[in-house]
């Protein structure tokens, strides 16, 4: 556990047996370190598998499968498939919430994903370096115990953010069904005071989609390619929690 | 000008209702509104003036007034003659010029901070204001002079709540909604191109029977009319749900009578009584005539592309794209990037293999 790494005073970020993590303590390596706490690793697998709900119901939404036959009674498919959009929703919030929430009490990697230590340098020059690393022009990987820097930076955009406007916009959304009395309207009902025409904000959540399917996307890509690439554990880590270092 | 001191009792008796019908409409109509005793509502009318209203018109098209003479509940006679005093609406009114006018300042004089500025159409600021001129005076300086003595302000249809088409991109003359050019009076929107006959009588009613505004939303639109969507209360909403559309204008569900949502109907997003109060006295509304709501009281519905698309068009930096364009396009982008990167990481590996390979032996 991070607590049990003594801070080196020197900096010598090239050794491999040295890991670093994003707020550049630096950390003795050992073969595995307990990383993502059960907490954080349930939140995560319950809100991937509620964006995945998210994402085909909500493309469904906007363009719907074709007629069905019938009578409308004996028919309920929008229906369902707008129940399970709203299920989902709910669902995320909850852990979203449950996540931020384990920000305050776990362990400091469980922070990591909700800021972005703007105003160190150090910090940079290793997003710096990440960016360098996938443009080929690095070939080292540095350490990194929890998310590294370029990878902070992109969880706390991709997923924190964009994430949150979905969910502020999704249940400003569906006030409009639960009506001007409502709680969601009351504690969301101010998107509407930002976009006036819901259009807009049907537009912006749907456009809020697409970049969560491009993180998404990338999101994967990276957490393979540094699994295999960075000979540290990722993919594996999320299950156990613990990150291996392979050399 | 002694319609300022008439009551609706007195207007009442002149128009041959008895005393004892007045008294069964008071209880009839206690009984319907709620809590409220119909003694008060007989004293209300038997001693309460007229509310005098002044009816300007900016940058319009008239459709509100249009709209408006065609109330069947109540009728616009009984709303105009009777219920309020409508002591100045050019359009319809018999006098014109200076003696119109004089009208105007009367008003401002007699009935300081008592009378309603009902305003058609809104002000456009650009030139100064020049591209309204109403009785030799740009507009907007009429809305400032007459807004100053009212006790609110109602905003006639989409032109004054939201701007309407001479507000749409890119709107030259700059016209502006009267929320924007009127900041310190209460102000009624009551939206639509143009808005129910029935409504705008309705919040017109409201306010002489009660003497007070009537409650409102977020928008400021009156919450009796505007606090659902044409799609809460569509009867064709039950297609909707069991996932049952029109997909062409004539195809078999066009017959039927299907949800028109794929034909790019605005009525999810569009606030108005249309599916409740319908138009022409109850007779129909847009979609059930088998045409999808064009959003018409929503805030700027010109400029969200198509009436018959229904994702909104997109157009910054040059595109004209809807959401899942743009995004398929970026995901698409994206996921080229990634299998390039994938086979550059595969090339490269393969090289330092190669390279250690040769350096071992």
Redo the contacts between chains.
């Keep these: 556990m991070i607590d049990a790494v003594a801070p080196a005073s020197d900096a010598r970020p090239d050794l491999a047996a040295i890991a670093a993590d994003a707020s550049g303590e630096r950390a003795v390596g050992r073969p595995s370190v307990y990383v993502y706490e059960a907490p954080v690793r349930i939140c995560h697998w319950v809100n991937a598998f509620s964006i995945v709900v998210l994402m085909v119901t909500g493309y469904l939404i906007g363009t719907p499968l074709p007629t069905v036959a019938g009578e409308a009674s004996d028919n309920f498919v929008v229906g369902y498939i707008r129940f399970a959009h709203f299920a989902a929703g709910q669902v995320l919030a909850v852990f979203f919430l449950t996540r931020i929430l384990w920000a305050f009490v776990g362990n400091h990697h469980s922070r990591q994903i909700f800021y972005i230590p703007v105003h160190r340098k150090q910090f940079w020059k290793e997003v710096l370096h990440e960016i360098r690393r996938y443009a080929f022009l690095e070939r080292e990987p540095k350490m990194h115990v929890g998310h590294n820097p370029l990878a902070q930076t992109a969880m706390f955009t991709g997923f924190t953010l964009f994430v949150a406007f979905m969910i502020v916009t999704g249940f400003a959304l569906y006030s409009e069904g639960q009506g001007i009395d409502s709680w969601q309207d009351k504690l969301f009902g101010w998107v509407f005071a930002i976009w006036p025409n819901s259009q807009d904000v049907h537009t912006w959540h749907h456009l809020g989609m697409w970049a969560l399917v491009v993180f998404v996307m990338v999101h994967i890509y990276t957490a393979i390619r540094e699994d295999i690439m960075s000979r540290q554990s990722i993919i594996s880590s999320m299950i156990s929690g613990e990150r291996q270092f392979r050399d | 000008m002694g319609a300022g001191t008439e009551t609706f009792y007195s207007v009442m008796r002149r128009q041959g209702i008895t005393r004892r019908s007045f008294h069964k409409f008071c209880s009839l109509t206690a009984t319907s509104l709620g809590p409220l005793a119909a003694s008060r509502i007989a004293n209300a009318l038997e001693t309460k003036p007229r509310v005098p209203v002044i009816w300007i018109h900016g940058l319009e098209c008239t459709c509100c007034s249009e709209s408006f003479i065609r109330s069947a509940h109540p009728l616009v006679k009984d709303a105009v003659l009777s219920m309020i005093s409508l002591d100045y609406d050019d359009t319809i009114m018999a006098a014109a010029g200076h003696q119109a006018e004089v009208i105007l300042e009367e008003t401002r004089a007699k009935h300081k901070g008592q009378y309603i500025l009902a305003v058609e159409g809104n002000p456009p600021l650009n030139e100064g204001g020049m591209f309204c001129i109403d009785g030799g005076k740009p507009f907007v300086e009429k809305l400032k002079m007459m807004a100053e003595d009212a006790m609110a302000i109602i905003a006639w249809g989409a032109c004054a709540s ?1 701007g309407c088409v001479q507000a749409a991109k890119p709107n030259p003359t700059q016209a502006t909604p009267i929320d924007k050019v009127i900041t310190n009076k209460p102000i009624i929107k009551v939206p639509g191109c143009p808005p129910i006959a029935e409504v705008m009588t309705g919040v017109l009613t409201f306010i002489t029977t009660f003497g007070k505004l009537p409650e409102l ?3 400021g639109r009156p ?1 009796m009319f505007y ?3 044409i799609h ?1 209360k569509c009867y064709r909403r ?8 029109v ?1 062409e204008w004539d195809d078999e ?1 066009a017959r039927k009578g ?1 949800c028109l ?2 034909m790019g109907c ?1 009525g ?2 569009t606030y108005n009584a249309c599916s409740t109060v319908r138009w022409n006295g109850g007779v129909s509304f847009p979609i059930q005539s088998g045409h999808g709501c064009i ?1 018409c009281s ?4 010109w400029d ?1 592309g198509s009436f018959y698309d ?3 068009s ?1 157009k910054q930096f040059g595109i004209e794209k ?3 364009q ?3 396009v ?2 698409g982008a ?2 080229a990037a ?1 299998a390039a ?2 086979a ?2 595969a090339v ?2 393969l090289a ?1 293999k190669r390279e250690d390979a040769d350096h071992n032996s």
Excluded: C
Aim: zero cysteines; aromatic letters at 12%.
């Design positions: 939201w939303d977020r928008q919450k606090s659902q969507r809460d039950s297609h909707f749900d069991a996932g049952q559309f997909e569900a299907y949502y794929k605005k999810p997003t959003g929503e805030d700027g519905f969200k229904r994702l909104t997109i809807n959401a899942d743009i995004g398929m970026a995901a994206v996921g990634v990167h994938v550059v990481t490269k590996r330092t």
